[in-house]
């Protein structure tokens, strides 16, 4: 999810972050109030900066997750998506992302124009 849509969808942020509890993930961190904030990654050459929506270990391997709802800044959240998916695949951890009703088709076109097609994403 980018910066921008985090202060409206946060309801949805929580329920995610439930939903991972409920399936084992434990040090979760996520922007949100009562949870350590997720580090943040600097784009080299600007000051852009990369924050995954949650970070959680599951049998001590670490998942970076990111919310997909619908953007209007469509360029800006694949280019995150593609740069978590290359920064767990070097170090040997897993991106996942997590999506909802409504937004299915949206989070499927965006990871075939990337070609992530091998990530199945979570429905909640």
């Known amino acids: 999810m980018v910066k921008s ?3 409206e969808n946060r309801a949805f942020l929580q329920k995610s972050i439930k939903h991972l509890e409920a399936h084992g993930f434990k040090e979760i961190k996520a922007d949100l109030k ?3 904030r997720p580090k943040s990654y600097v784009r ?3 000051t852009a900066k990369i924050t995954p929506d949650i970070v959680a270990v599951k ?7 990111d919310i997909s709802l619908k953007s ?9 998506w593609l740069f978590l998916d290359t920064l ?12 909802t009703k409504g937004h ?4 499927d076109t965006m990871l075939a ?8 994403p979570i429905k909640i």
Request: net charge positive.
């Open 5 to 7: 849509d985090k202060k």
């Open 34 to 36: 009562g949870y350590d």
């Open 44 to 46: 080299k050459g600007s």
């Open 59 to 65: 049998n001590g391997r670490k998942y970076f997750f």
């Open 72 to 80: 209007e800044r469509p360029r800006l959240l694949k280019t995150k």
């Open 88 to 99: 767990s695949r070097m170090n040997s951890n897993q991106f996942r992302i997590i999506t």
């Open 104 to 107: 299915y088709k949206f989070t």
């Open 113 to 120: 124009d990337i070609n992530l097609t091998n990530k199945n």
